[in-house]
Nanobody
Framework: QVRMEESGGGLVQAGGSLRLSCAASGRTFSGFAMGWFRQGPGKEREFVAAKSQNGRKTYYADSVKGRFTISRDNAKNTVYLQMNSLKHEDTAVYYC?????????????????????WGQGTQVTVSS
């Protein structure tokens, strides 16, 4: 059974930092694209960041560029999201996702339906 579990969320003041982790189990995810999405209050889920299967390509939403960093540790089957300079508008439930298919175009990384496995989400609240 494939399982993905996020951790590291919490309450932080604006300007602070958090590091989210997503541990995958049930199979090896080293050949998978990994992504982070988020859903803020009253909003639709949106793309945050992604890393390609081979780890050479990284993509970020414009709203988090320069502040967030996605990384992966294939030996631990874990993907991370380092979030710095947090803003109130970063408040959301953050989800990790894994995609098994070939991501042959950049746009696929931004698309929820491209991903096959999802975690349950972790709440991040940024106080202003």
């Amino acid at each position: 059974q494939v399982r993905m579990e996020e951790s590291g969320g919490g309450l932080v003041q604006a300007g602070g930092s958090l590091r989210l982790s997503c541990a995958a189990s049930g199979r090896t995810f080293s050949g998978f694209a990994m992504g982070w999405f988020r859903q803020g209050p009253g909003k639709e889920r949106e793309f945050v960041a992604a890393k390609s299967q081979n780890g050479r390509k990284t993509y970020y939403a414009d709203s988090v560029k320069g502040r967030f960093t996605i990384s992966r540790d294939n030996a631990k089957n874990t993907v991370y999201l380092q979030m710095n300079s947090l803003k109130h508008e970063d408040t959301a439930v953050y989800y990790c996702a894994a995609g098994a298919r070939i991501f042959y175009s950049e746009s696929l990384y931004y698309t929820e339906t491209t991903y096959d496995y999802w975690g349950q989400g972790t709440q991040v609240t940024v106080s202003s």
